[in-house]
């Protein structure tokens, strides 16, 4: 990983120099596989994936971690000294945050990538359906520590979500990936309203 990422610091020195930017690193997308990061190793290997990208890169380059909204505020506590904040929220594994996404409805014969795409994993959901749960971790993370910087995500598609995610102090910002993909006409108004 640390070659990687030497790497991609070199290219991103080499073509970006003179450019403002902010760096996210994804890092619990079901799709491409990512395991639970709740463990002490896995955080270890985190802090040390922050500390190379923070050495290799120019100060002014603002560094962040994505993770989806079942991600424990404590593992956000011991992680956030490493980054500018966290994105939140990623893909939501395929039947998990139960209560919170009406997985039955959505899909009444299960996850469909395995017969799309031949794989041996069930993947994850993005978007509208997920947005509970999103709120559900904002109210877990500022109960814990409110000072955690988050840019919020997971379906916003309308103003009263904007709205609804401007109550907590955690949030610092919106993410729109789910209106930009469905409703793209929406993202400028959404954005001049958040």
């Not at 990687?4 to 799709?31: A, F, G, W």
């Not at 998990?96 to 959505?106: D, F, I, P, R, S």
């Not at 990538?113 to 993947?123: A, E, H, I």
């Not at 979500?161 to 993202?187: D, E, M």
């Amino acid at each position: 990983i640390s070659e990687e990422i030497k790497l991609i610091c070199l290219l991103l020195n080499q073509y970006l120099l003179q450019v403002d930017y902010h760096l996210e690193v994804n890092d619990s997308c079901p799709n491409i596989e990512h395991k639970d990061i709740a463990s002490m190793e896995k955080l270890i290997l985190l802090k040390k994936q922050a500390s190379l990208f923070k050495e290799l890169l120019p100060s002014k380059v603002k560094f962040w971690y994505k993770f989806n909204a079942l991600i424990s505020p404590l593992v956000l506590v011991e992680l956030k000294l490493c980054c500018e904040g966290f994105v939140i929220s990623n893909t939501i594994p395929f039947g998990e945050a139960v209560g919170m996404v009406n997985w039955q409805k959505l899909f009444p014969n299960g996850s469909p990538l395995p017969k799309r795409l031949g794989k041996d994993f069930k993947g994850g959901l993005s978007g509208f359906p997920i947005f509970l749960a999103l709120y559900k971790c904002l109210e877990k993370i500022e109960e814990t520590d409110p000072s955690i910087r988050i840019i919020a995500g997971g379906g916003l598609m309308q103003k009263w979500q904007v709205f609804t995610l401007a109550k907590f102090k955690c949030v610092k910002g919106c993410a729109f990936g789910t209106v930009a993909l469905l409703r793209p006409w929406r993202v400028n108004s959404l954005a001049k309203y958040a």
